[in-house]
């Protein structure tokens, strides 16, 4: 396919053809906002926020779902183009709670980095009706607060693009339009899978993980990048840990899943810090299991596989692995049941 070359901010940028101006400004490392853009959704341009100046266009145009063209002149920050970006936000903050301070997602909200950016103080600007939506929370896992909704749509595109549920979309018309599932139900009323991919790529506090609510501050958490435990896909992401502690799974880049996880991923790390979960090695004494420590543990099992292999033959020994291990963990048990007991008695759970 053949190449376009044009001018942003007057630095020569040359992309493949079908690319948008904002691809282009980003190969180029310019910066323009964007709310209802995702590079891995289909454009929509629903909110405006990516408006530039294109030389000789009839009036600003979305920099996110307009091709760029050869020898297009694009200006992304000319007068016009701030005074639209900063009048989009002051509509939007004027239907905008206004709880920053108490709001889970402070810190790390796209409409409030935009409105700092732009010089955006509050709603006040533009007065009108505001919504007075329930908060919904009658769900173990996300908490959806609809008045912090700015339609921007990306939920509705996640669910059904990315997951391929179809669970939510635009309901009602006009001033009334809201995100929610068919019939206007609560999600734990539709078929939803609580997925949470809707929550990992909404730009303000409308959706949030209920798990990290009022438990740490987004600068709060140190993200410590992991692959999932419960399958052998190798979901990448991101441990939210505060004081040593889990509090939260968010989604990162990850090489296998994208931003993509499932329920179990999302949600399901409560294992980790729980009461009843085992932390030392158990050894049975006299019929009853006691704790040891894992010198202790280890050689037992070690003597007690030596003497079988010696007594009876490797072949009396059979090791059974399991789909939640890694690759890794899986190869090294494959080659201790055969390059050191001897046997080719290895199996998966994932046969049985
Ligand atoms: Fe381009 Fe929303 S980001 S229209």
């Known amino acids: 396919m053949a190449d376009v070359t044009l001018l942003i901010n007057g630095l020569q940028v040359t992309v493949p053809q079908g690319s948008t101006i904002l691809d282009a400004a980003r190969q180029l490392g ?5 709310l209802c853009h995702d590079p891995e959704l289909t454009s929509v341009g629903s909110c405006r926020m990516c408006v530039v100046d294109v030389k000789g266009a009839r009036s600003l145009v979305i920099s996110c779902a307009t091709a760029a063209a050869e020898g297009m002149v694009v200006e992304t920050e000319s007068p016009a183009v701030m005074e639209a970006r900063k009048t989009i936000i002051e509509l939007l903050l004027a239907n905008h709670p206004m709880d ?3 709001c889970g997602k402070n810190g790390d909200c796209r409409l409030q980095d935009y409105a700092y950016m732009y010089g955006v103080k509050d709603g006040g600007v533009f007065q009108g009706a505001v919504h007075q939506y329930p908060l919904e929370e009658n769900n173990p896992f996300i908490t959806r607060d609809m008045n912090k909704c700015i339609l921007c ?5 996640a669910c059904a693009e990315i997951q391929g549920n179809n669970v939510v979309d635009f309901t009602y018309r006009g ?9 206007d139900t609560a999600l734990d009323e539709s078929s939803c899978v609580f997925c949470g991919n809707c929550v990992a790529v909404c730009p303000t506090g409308a959706l949030q993980e209920k798990a990290l609510r009022a438990k740490a501050r987004s600068w709060e958490v140190k993200k410590v990048n992991t692959t999932c ?7 990448s992401f991101d441990l939210n840990v505060k004081d040593g502690k889990v509090v939260g799974v968010t989604s990162c880049d990850g090489d296998v899943n994208g931003r993509a996880l499932c329920i179990k991923g999302r949600f399901g790390f409560g294992f980790i810090h729980h009461q009843d979960r085992l932390t030392t090695p158990l050894i049975k004494k006299n019929g009853q299991f006691v704790e040891a420590g894992w010198d202790e543990a280890l050689s037992l099992v070690a003597e007690k596989l030596g003497s079988l292999r010696d007594n009876s033959g490797p072949d009396s020994i059979g090791i059974l692995s399991s789909a939640r291990c890694t690759n890794e963990e899986n190869y090294l048990l494959s080659k201790f049941a055969r390059a050191v007991i ?4 290895i199996d998966h759970c994932a046969r049985l």
């Open 153 to 157: 749509g990306k939920c509705i595109r």
């Open 175 to 183: 001033f009334n339009t809201k995100v929610a599932p068919a019939m």
């Open 100 to 102: 920053c301070l108490t």
């Open 30 to 34: 310019v910066f323009i906002p964007t």
């Open 229 to 235: 435990p419960y399958c052998g896909t190798g979901c």
């Open 342 to 345: 001897g046997t080719n008695n």
